[in-house]
């Protein structure tokens, strides 16, 4: 009988002043917040996107000005600020490209577990870091 009487764990909702800071946050939960700031990141600086693919297929005056861009500047923005954002771009792509296959993965194979959560979610985070590392590198010219 005292085994029923046992007091079951209480849950609280945080609050956002003074828990927030010490609250650690585990990573489907990174994932998750990632995943939007990444769409919003692409919806963001979709007119950047448009004017790299209209700038580099136009003609070749404007690809010549496209290469330009990276590398000299345009106008008052720096070379390497352009790159900057590019590889925010490509950050934002791939995170959220990769953690769109992981939640379609976890829907088509019912695959809900909080071990499974945590350790797509390394993969996820594990995988769009280390491809952007590795395109960012190229695009700064380090190899």
């Known amino acids: ?12 909702n945080i ?6 800071t010490t609250y650690r946050l585990p ?10 700031a990444s769409g919003l990141v692409m919806f963001l600086l979709l007119p950047f996107i448009i004017w790299l693919f209209d700038t580099s297929v136009s003609s070749e005056y404007s690809y010549a000005a496209f290469t330009g861009a990276f590398s000299q500047g345009l106008g008052f923005v720096p070379g390497w600020f352009i790159k900057l954002v590019a590889l925010a771009l490509i950050w934002a792509y791939l995170h959220h490209f990769i953690a769109g296959v992981r939640h379609l993965w976890m829907d088509v194979a019912h695959a809900v577990s909080k071990e ?4 797509s979610a390394i993969v996820t985070l594990v995988l769009s870091i280390g491809l952007t590392l590795v395109l960012g590198a190229k695009l700064f010219g380090l190899y």
């Open 1 to 12: 009988m005292t085994e029923l009487a046992k007091k079951r764990p209480e849950f609280k």
């Open 15 to 20: 609050h956002a002043i003074k828990d927030l």
């Open 27 to 36: 990573p489907a939960g990174w994932v998750s917040i990632l995943h939007r």
């Open 116 to 119: 499974f959560g945590r350790s």
